[in-house]
């Protein structure tokens, strides 16, 4: 992870949030390889859930809402993680992540010392801790001007159900989906990306019939899987986790959290959940806005149900990295070689082009000719002409560019073609400049 988390800084992906004053803790900025692999797992997301079926409608709600939303949605009294604090150093821990509480008697297990300052015995009792962040909406200060930065995207599609329906007019089952950013006061960030206090969410709501939950729970699993498959995750590394009944949220029926193999630990990636009635039901009661739903088929008139498939954009670039993070020898003369095996779905360059010699005239305009056209049909092209040929291919490696394009002498002086050289074997073959984009396969 150290070693990820060097090249991630090194090369331009993400650094701490506010390096220059030392970071804000659970806060990471995307530099710009980063914003570029970031956009292309919410474009690969966006394309699948969206603009590739016909019954999603996309959504972009305000991050800000009216606090009665999270009064209705359970938040305000219960979107809590238990807390425990030592009262020596004051270290705030989560009590379920260094501890354990029983089932009988809910009474927590502890450590014998504080993880921290390693003092005995002086824990103060646990208590639930709210990780909404609180702010005042407008000038005054007081309780009425409070609201929250949503936690979750889900509720901003649940409150603009009804303006989809009555615009758009569609038929059960239909879904909305949205990208955005949530906000979580997340008592120990950690990992890196994986837990932080700003991140961001790609969720879908989508409504049906209660007798059809199970057939679209099913329908979903299977297309989240297809999602892993798309960013190129390995397989063997995902897996399937049924929350236990006693487990499960207070909205939720059923739910599989899809969990990846993280150098730290097998960790929730996504989540999918029914969530029942619940959200539309408790909105109705709280706005007094009928929410339901007339099925002109059967006549009847009722409350959609909702599977909701829960992504997190952050997760997922943190999963690709860790996933394509690969060490082997092909640096030559014995050293070893750094790079990022990443899909081309998703890799921020898809495709490098180099002059092999930066003073050659002759060369570079062919190769800014090469990477012009490319990038007519492939937006993300890179164009590199800095340091000798052996550096350039070291640092495409390392930000996880799936080929480099090079125009030689023989590419101007004969005619056949540029090589193109593979990122994962380091072979080179020959290509007519024509057959380019055929020949380069970047996938989605
Ligand atoms: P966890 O149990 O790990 O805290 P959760 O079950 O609370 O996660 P959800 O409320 O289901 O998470 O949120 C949906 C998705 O949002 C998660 O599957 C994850 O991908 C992402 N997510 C949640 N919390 C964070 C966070 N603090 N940092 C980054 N991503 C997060």
Redesign the pocket.
């Known amino acids: 992870m150290d070693a990820l988390v060097a090249l991630c800084k090194r090369r331009g992906f993400i650094f701490p949030g506010s390096d220059i004053y030392g970071g804000l803790a659970g806060t990471w900025d995307y530099g710009p390889l980063g914003v570029m692999l970031k956009n292309n797992v919410k474009k690969l997301w966006w394309k699948r859930f969206v603009e590739d079926r016909d019954d999603m409608f996309g959504v972009d709600a305000a991050i800000l809402m009216n606090p009665r939303a999270w009064e209705a949605s359970g938040h305000v009294g219960g979107f809590a993680d238990p807390m425990v604090e030592c009262k020596k150093c004051n270290s705030r821990f989560r009590a379920d992540q260094i501890g354990s509480q029983s089932k009988d008697d809910k009474s927590w297990k502890l450590p014998d010392a504080c993880l921290n300052c390693k003092a005995k015995g002086a824990w103060a009792p646990v208590a639930q801790f709210n990780m909404m962040f609180k702010t005042h909406v407008g000038a005054s200060q007081d309780s009425a001007s409070v609201s929250y930065l949503r936690p979750?995207t889900a509720q901003g599609m649940f409150v603009n159900f009804k303006n989809v329906l009555d615009t758009q007019h569609p038929k059960l089952p239909f879904g909305m989906a949205q990208i955005g950013k949530?906000f979580?006061n997340?008592i120990a960030?950690r990992d890196f990306?994986?837990?932080?206090?700003e991140?961001e969410?790609m969720e879908i709501e989508y409504f049906v019939n209660p007798k059809a939950w199970e057939k679209t729970f099913e329908h979903f699993l299977e297309q989240m899987h297809g999602f892993i498959a798309d960013v190129g995750l390995t397989k063997a590394k995902v897996s399937d986790f049924e929350v236990a009944k006693e487990d499960l949220a207070h909205y939720s029926k059923r739910t599989i959290?899809i969990e990846f193999e993280y150098p730290f630990g097998k960790?929730?990636?996504?989540?999918l959940a029914y969530r029942t009635d619940f959200d539309l039901k408790q909105h109705s009661e709280f706005s007094k806005v009928d929410l339901s739903y007339y099925d002109e088929e059967s006549k009847e008139r009722f409350i959609p149900h909702c599977i909701e498939p829960?992504?997190?954009v952050?997760?997922t670039v943190l999963a690709a990295l860790t996933d394509a993070y690969t060490e082997d020898s092909l640096g030559g003369e014995g050293e070893k070689r750094v790079y990022l095996r990443l899909s081309p779905n998703i890799a921020p360059y898809r495709v490098a082009v180099f002059p092999l010699l930066r003073n050659k005239p002759a060369l570079v305009e062919k190769a800014r000719e090469v990477y012009k056209n490319l990038k007519k049909v492939i937006p993300n092209v890179d164009f590199d002409d800095n340091g000798n040929i052996g550096k350039r291919y070291r640092r495409q490696d390392e930000i996880g560019t799936p080929y480099c394009v090079t125009v030689d002498f023989d590419t101007v002086e004969k005619g056949t073609g540029v090589t193109v050289r593979d990122r994962d074997t380091g072979k080179q073959e020959r290509v007519k400049i024509e057959e380019l984009v055929g020949y380069l396969r970047l996938g989605k």
């Open positions: 979750e949530a979580r997340e960030p990306l994986f837990r932080s206090r991140f969410q959290d960790k929730e990636l996504y989540g829960s992504f997190g952050d997760r």
